[in-house]
């Protein structure tokens, strides 16, 4: 059961006007050739003010594990096999000098409901325009993400991290499916855990997604549902200059029986609009047991994402260090 009533496709459809969209874009912000959009934020002055946060040297990985299991929330199954193994050197003649090993070949869909990745700004567009007026055919079939590549992130996000544990906030394990976080629940979060989110941060919102899947098992998301922020937190967003916005879940809450286009406004205005960059289904349960122990809600967090050419996105392991 929910803590109030669900939002509806009309409720949503405010947050894709082309008012709002216009109200919350950076497009122009730094100027008409910018492709990092909301990176900007992230400044010398803001990686040692995260450099600042490291006391103790305890690092803590924000990933899932990439597993090969089909399962309803793994819309695209990723793949691994070995193309070399341990078995044929185990009764092999022994040879001096000779090498032996073993050798992988992965593939995945990085985009999607269960891999922890990044999106590009290159991953969603409006009326046929990426970020910053780009054109959609600047990401094609032939080439990729000529513009907004996620390679743009090559030198790593290195900056502020702050975690807002809703489920902590209401003395739950996780939240519901379907569960809409409103802008209230993030100020009445800033306010218990005595923290602010300030310009460059990168701000992790843990729902309990993960411990849910743990615990309860996969579902069919798109189907039952995925708590997640809801559209009105798109101006605090904005006005707190957040750089990178990451949970556990796919970000934008997922209300079951709504139709797709009308799900992801974190997403459309937050990519397309302000160039905000994401991490979609993050591992968010140790970060916020190494917090809660510390009763310390920042640290330094580093995100680096691998140097894929073109490409619109890039499974990745953020590291948050106390």
Not at 43 to 72: F, H, M, N, Y
Not at 146 to 154: G, K, P
Not at 229 to 243: D, I, K, M, Q, S
């Amino acid at each position: 059961m929910t803590r109030r009533p669900m939002p509806t496709v009309e409720d949503t459809l405010k947050f894709f006007t082309q008012d709002f969209f216009d109200k919350h874009s950076n497009w122009g912000r730094w100027g008409k050739d910018d492709q990092m959009g909301t990176l900007n934020h992230i400044t010398p002055v803001k990686r040692l003010q995260a450099a600042k946060l490291i006391r103790d040297g305890e690092t803590v990985s924000c990933a899932r594990p990439v597993t090969w299991e089909r399962g309803p929330d793994v819309i695209q199954q990723p793949v691994h096999f070995m193309h070399t193994s341990g078995e044929r050197w185990v009764h092999a003649p022994k040879v001096e000098g000779q090498m032996q090993g073993a050798a992988d070949w992965f593939g995945m869909a990085v985009h999607g409901l269960h891999i922890t990745h990044l999106d590009s700004l290159g991953h969603h567009f409006r009326y046929g325009k990426a970020f910053n007026g780009f054109s959609a055919d600047k990401v094609n079939t032939h080439e990729g993400a000529t513009v907004m590549s996620v390679e743009l992130a090559r030198k790593a996000i290195v900056t502020r991290g702050v975690l807002l544990d809703m489920p902590r906030l209401y003395g739950l394990p996780y939240l519901e499916r379907g569960e809409p976080l409103y802008l209230d629940d993030l100020l009445a979060a800033e306010k218990a855990q005595g923290v602010k989110v300030e310009p460059g941060d990168a701000l992790l919102v843990r729902t309990g997604a993960y411990k849910r899947l743990l615990e309860k098992g996969p579902a069919d998301e798109v189907k039952e549902g995925r708590a997640g922020l809801y559209g009105n937190t798109l101006p605090y967003l904005h006005e707190r200059g957040v750089a990178v916005l990451c949970s556990d879940a796919a970000n934008d809450v997922i209300v079951p029986g709504h139709p797709m286009p009308f799900r992801l406004p974190i997403h459309h205005v937050g990519i397309a609009g302000m160039g905000l960059w994401l991490i979609d289904n993050g591992n968010l349960e140790d970060v916020a047991e190494a917090c809660a122990a510390r009763k310390r809600w920042e640290f330094s967090l580093t995100v680096a994402p691998l140097r894929l050419h073109n490409a619109t996105g890039s499974p990745v392991n953020p590291i948050a260090v106390f």
